[in-house]
């Protein structure tokens, strides 16, 4: 399945933004889905996942209470909302699905990645 990821944009600190991964080639509901983000000068990070029908999600600590992950596998597409964005948001988020997952949190489970869109939160 090929992943293209997009929404990403330049906005102010308290703003939101809507990411979303649209998977062609492959059925998504075939694939758990997670965000991951980099930063300049930073380790890949993970940010949420969500499983297949999106009965489970996770997120990392950093971003609970901000973040929404959720998918329409009928639209093959899954999202990340992002409310009350900060500076240190800042970063290239990318989409990765996986038809096996054990660790929903490890960047290694995942064989299928997006090529990425830019966020930037401005202070």
């Known amino acids: 399945v090929q992943l293209q990821a997009s929404g990403g944009g330049l906005v102010q600190a308290g703003d939101s933004l809507r990411l979303s991964c649209v998977a062609s080639?492959?059925?998504?509901?075939?694939?758990?889905v997670a965000w991951f983000r980099q930063a300049p000068g930073k380790e890949c990070e993970f940010v949420a996942s969500?499983?297949?029908?999106?009965?489970?999600?996770a997120y990392a600590e950093s971003v609970k209470g901000r973040f929404t992950t959720s998918r329409d596998n009928a639209k093959n597409t899954a999202y990340l909302q992002m409310n009350s964005l900060k500076a240190e948001d800042t970063a290239i988020y990318y989409c990765?699905?996986?038809?096996?997952?054990?660790?929903?949190?490890?960047?290694?489970?995942?064989?299928?990645w997006g090529q990425g869109t830019q966020v930037t939160v401005s202070s």
């Open positions: 990765a699905a996986t038809t096996v997952l054990r660790d929903p949190r490890s960047s290694d489970e995942y064989n299928n």
């Open positions: 080639g492959g059925t998504l509901s075939w694939y758990a």
């Open positions: 969500i499983t297949w029908s999106g009965g489970s999600t």
